[in-house]
């Protein structure tokens, strides 16, 4: 545990020193610090009204009361060195203060803030003021951007209350100019009280009041606990010097060879040390999720009151002691051990932390799994492999199929799922595996026969593009201006099963006649033939007898068979032709059957 033991050595002063009020509701009598001040005991009225009537500073307005001010704090620091500046108010997260910062030296000259907020406390925070949260908050609404000082520059703080209740607040300073001026960021000579600024301690600090006036030839000391009692002397202190072990208001009074009788006042207050628990190590499975540090704050504080002491988390132990550079409560986790510093103190006064404690957060590396979530298994195909084909040696694999590596293949239709895993952290993928039957036509449309024509591809199933003849692919099963005779049309599956190429003829039988002598469709033939080499048509009947054969210069049938007329029904048809080969082929894909009528 850290602390830091205050000594104060004063020079000595001469002239009358006026009592000092530790929370001065007006600007005039502002409070003069350079250092954190202790815990004060709440606000109470505006005092005198600093802003002559306005309605208005910076970000902050009128009250009920008709005044700007409303239970309200003025403080007055000067900057000691140049750079980065900032502070931290601290009180209940019940409650709700406003704060505007001026740089100014003369309360009647105040201008606008450099500074101001005025959000209320919905989210129930702990801190306000300007530069970053201590807690690692990042972007909070009650925070304003740094300060940029130089030596010499005085400013006036007023702290504003706006709620039911009213426990006070302390100030701490931040900012990069504590690192590079850690004696003199602030300038302590701003403070013309003998006793010098408020004290804050931590509990078991030696702490030393040091009252010495040239000439001085008697002292007494006197202390109020602020319980109405107003100050009551310390008997039997009668030095220069006081060391006081309980918090309070503490006054000297001096009384000089001159005849002058001098007093000042300083308030001393005593945060309880902070004691950090022991919280144990975390293992995260690290994808894209960030880790909520705030759930180690219960851990870490153990029985002590979360609203009296503020947890803040950092990366290196440096850090910790000085309380810079909190990690955000919303912690990014990378893969591998990350050490996590943890840094607990009153919000009293943050110089009386403990940084006794730390934990490991383990970011285990989730499985990434990158492989394909649908294949297709072709017809003729025995099998096919699927899963993760650069596998990591470091994880476990294991299929819902019963395998336990990381590919396997598979000959059967279904759902397989690979699940990946690494140190407890899974991850699982699932493959649809979908037979594909070998694509086929099963009928060729010819939009009316002519000498140009426009057919109609239909297949067995979908995923294809089409090709005619020697032509461009197509997604299109519809070719337009195709000659009639013989064409060859390829399938090409659009998902990894090759392709397939047929020969087709482009003729148009009729589907149907009505041989009822009117001069219309009175015979039946398939018109486009003469295309083709030696065209032969056979027609059957139901059962499969043979009707009449056709040639490319017979007229047609007239549906009669052996000199009677054949019933109204469907009949069925083959045509033959010589491809180019040489070889009497039958022509497929065409609609092998017509309709009778009469």
């Known amino acids: ?54 309605s208005r500073t910076g970000c902050l307005e009128t009250t009920t009361s008709g005044a700007i001010e409303s239970n309200a704090a003025w403080y007055r620091f000067r900057a000691g060195a140049a750079g980065q500046l900032g502070f931290n108010i601290g009180f209940d997260n019940s409650e709700d203060w406003d704060f505007a910062l001026y740089k100014a030296s003369d309360c009647s000259d105040l201008g606008e803030p450099l500074r101001c907020n005025f959000f209320d406390n919905s989210q129930q925070r702990s801190f306000m003021g300007v530069g970053q949260d201590p807690t690692g908050i990042q972007n909070s609404l009650q925070y304003e951007d740094w300060l940029e000082v130089l030596p010499g520059e005085e400013y006036l703080l007023l702290i504003n209350n706006f709620s039911a209740t009213n426990s006070g607040f302390s100030i701490q300073f931040s900012g990069q100019l504590f690192e590079t001026n850690p004696f003199d960021a602030l300038d302590c000579t701003i403070v013309t009280n003998l006793l010098g600024p408020p004290i804050a301690a931590c509990e078991g600090d030696a702490i030393v009041l040091d009252g010495t006036v040239t000439n001085a030839i008697a002292y007494m000391w006197f202390r109020d606990l602020e319980d109405g009692n107003g100050f009551q002397e310390i008997l039997g202190e009668s030095d220069a010097y006081l060391e006081p072990t309980t918090p309070g208001i503490y006054r000297v009074e001096v009384r000089t060879s001159l005849g002058d009788v001098l007093q000042s006042d300083v308030q001393v207050a005593f945060a309880d040390s902070a004691s950090s628990f022991p919280a144990a190590d975390v293992t995260l499975c690290v994808s894209t999720n960030n880790y909520d540090l705030s759930q180690k704050d219960i851990e870490v504080l153990g029985i002590q009151n979360p609203n009296d002491f503020m947890v803040s ?205 009117d001069g219309i469709n009175d015979s039946w033939h398939i018109i486009g033939i003469s295309t083709l080499e030696n065209p032969q048509v056979f027609v059957y009947d139901r059962v499969g007898r043979l009707i009449i054969h056709l040639t490319e210069d017979s007229i047609g049938w007239d549906g009669t068979f052996g000199g009677e007329e054949m019933p109204a029904t469907d009949y069925w048809f083959k045509l033959t032709y010589i491809d180019g080969n040489g070889q009497n082929m039958t022509a497929r894909f065409l609609q092998n059957h017509f309709a009778l009528r009469r």
């Open 1 to 54: 545990m850290k602390q830091y033991p205050i000594v104060l050595f004063l020079m000595l002063f001469v002239g009358v020193f006026s009592a000092v009020a530790q929370v001065s509701p007006d600007c005039a009598t502002a409070i003069s610090i350079c250092d954190n001040t202790p815990l004060n005991f709440g606000t109470s009225g505006f005092g005198m009204d600093d802003f002559n009537g306005a």
């Open 313 to 517: 988390y950092h990366r290196t132990l440096s850090d910790a002691v000085d309380g810079s550079n909190s990690l955000p409560k919303d912690l990014p986790v990378v893969i591998g051990i990350q050490t996590i510093f943890v840094r607990i103190s009153p919000l009293a006064n943050p110089n009386c932390f403990d940084i006794a404690q730390d934990f490991e957060i383990n970011g285990v590396e989730v499985p990434f799994l990158d492989f394909p979530d649908q294949v297709f298994l072709c017809e003729g195909i025995p099998g096919i492999t699927i899963g993760e084909e650069n596998p990591n040696s470091s994880f476990q694999y294991f299929w819902d199929s019963g395998q336990a590596t990381s590919s396997i293949t598979v000959s059967e239709a279904g759902s397989y799922t690979l699940t990946a895993t690494n140190q407890g952290c899974a991850n699982s993928r699932t493959v649809e595996v979908i037979s594909l039957e070998t694509p086929e036509i099963t009928a060729i449309k010819v939009d009316g026969i002519q000498s140009s024509n426009t057919i109609t591809i239909e297949t067995n199933r979908d995923g294809l593009n089409y090709q005619l003849d020697d032509g461009a692919v197509q997604i299109s099963n519809t070719f337009q201006s195709v000659d009639a005779g013989m064409h060859s049309v390829t399938l090409i599956d659009t998902r990894g099963c090759g392709s397939v190429t047929e020969t087709i003829v482009v003729v148009g039988p009729p589907n149907f006649f009505t041989p009822n002598g």
